[in-house]
């Protein structure tokens, strides 16, 4: 049966700041939701001191949670050899980071999708890179997970590959027993794509997944879908909310994931608009998993 984690979507700035938030308030605010685990990301102010890892580790465990992924956000789309050769090894470096803290995932992503950057180019670049990071990965016992991602909160530009054509081409030039996707419903709307097509495209490549919902503000689907993707910023026509009360049908979603015996992490990124949210989004996942996975 697969187990539910948390990313600190609401409290991801704060957490990258040494002014702002430390990870034991957010393990403390984490630990009534009655989870399996903790999504960590790579750019938290603490993880930078690597002295601090175990004791992160060890603050997480105590509230009987474990660390199940790494969120990190390579850009493997640069143009420059020596700049991907540094994103490279930052990404082997969060690697060895999600081993030490206990994760057997570490996300990556294709990179920035800059003006200049062709189809064919940007793909080659890219699996260079992630064919790269493969090695340290299964020394590490560690899997990369490739998100059909939308925008890292940090980026100027949109995901390369974030336009499922491109996602699934991406996906299927990679192969390897430490390499899977983590499918995130969500983001294929932000693309302009249906979730469940993309789901059905890479279900078999799937091994983890980002839970969050989304609902149109104003228009229709096939509006949003009209909409050139890749503007900066979040697309305007579409909120965060409550899981379950948004666009992703859940129960198709768990169905195409249990028909190929899915049962690894479901990792929720939501709460964006205070801890209720995310109470009420735990809830809702985990009467969904009990339904799906014990039918």
């Known amino acids: 049966?697969?187990?539910?984690?948390?990313?600190?979507?609401?409290?991801?700035?704060?957490?990258?700041?040494?002014?702002?938030?430390?990870?034991?308030?957010?393990?403390?605010?984490?630990?009534?939701l009655r989870l399996d685990g903790l999504e960590f990301y790579s750019g938290f102010w603490e993880l930078a001191d690597r002295?601090?890892?175990?004791?992160?580790?060890?603050?997480?465990?105590?509230?009987?949670?474990?660390?199940?992924?790494?969120?990190?956000?390579?850009?493997?789309?640069?143009?420059?050899?020596?700049?991907?050769?540094?994103?490279?090894?930052?990404?082997?470096?969060?690697?060895?980071?999600?081993?030490?803290?206990?994760?057997?995932y570490c996300r990556v992503l294709s990179g920035q999708r800059r003006p200049e950057l062709t189809r064919q180019q940007g793909l080659d670049l890219v699996v260079g890179c992630i064919e790269a990071c493969l090695p340290v990965a299964e020394s590490c016992g560690v899997t990369l997970i490739l998100e059909n991602h939308y925008k890292d909160d940090f980026w100027s530009y949109p995901e390369f590959a974030q336009k499922m054509d491109v996602f699934c081409e991406l996906v299927d030039r990679l192969h390897h027993p430490y390499f899977g996707v983590n499918?995130?419903?969500?983001?294929?709307?932000?693309?302009?794509?249906?979730?469940?097509?993309?789901?059905?495209?890479?279900?078999?490549?799937?091994?983890?997944?980002?839970?969050?919902?989304?609902?149109?503000i104003s228009g229709t689907l096939e509006d949003l879908r009209r909409e050139e993707g890749g503007v900066e910023g979040y697309v305007k026509r579409l909120r965060h909310g409550t899981i379950g009360r948004g666009l992703n049908d859940y129960d198709a979603i768990f169905r195409e994931l249990r028909s190929v015996g899915f049962d690894s992490w479901i990792s929720i990124e939501d709460g964006v608009e205070g801890m209720d949210q995310l109470v009420e989004s735990a809830r809702f996942l985990r009467e969904k998993i009990a339904q799906h996975w014990r039918a």
């Open 1 to 32: 049966m697969p187990r539910l984690a948390a990313f600190p979507k609401a409290f991801i700035r704060d957490l990258c700041t040494p002014q702002g938030m430390t990870l034991q308030a957010w393990v403390d605010l984490a630990a009534p």
């Open 51 to 104: 002295s601090r890892w175990a004791g992160l580790r060890r603050s997480v465990e105590s509230a009987g949670m474990t660390i199940p992924m790494l969120c990190c956000s390579p850009d493997f789309s640069l143009p420059e050899g020596e700049a991907r050769q540094r994103e490279i090894a930052r990404e082997q470096d969060w690697i060895r980071m999600a081993a030490e803290l206990g994760a057997r």
């Open 183 to 216: 499918y995130d419903p969500s983001n294929a709307f932000l693309a302009g794509d249906d979730p469940l097509e993309l789901l059905r495209r890479v279900k078999h490549r799937v091994v983890t997944m980002h839970a969050s919902d989304r609902t149109l």
